[in-house]
């Protein structure tokens, strides 16, 4: 999904990534929703969080999708 990505990403390649603004980015950081970590004033995302993030909302959305098949 996100093969050509580096390990570690910054807090702007997440934002580009996932195709969102950087206001709603840094909420899903500050909250938590996707795991970050600092070195100095740089904002850091492992990969794997990241591809972790969009399979629970990609499942989340398929969950809905039953919900309203019923």
Do not use: W
């Amino acid at each position: 999904m996100f093969e050509s990505l580096p390990d570690i990403l910054t807090a702007k390649e997440v934002f580009q990534a996932l195709r969102i603004r950087h206001s709603c980015g840094y909420v899903l950081l500050e909250n938590g929703t996707i795991p970050s970590f600092r070195i100095g004033n740089r904002i850091c995302i492992p990969k794997e969080e990241l591809v972790k993030f969009v399979e629970k909302q990609m499942e989340a959305a398929r969950q809905d999708s039953k919900k309203e098949d019923v």
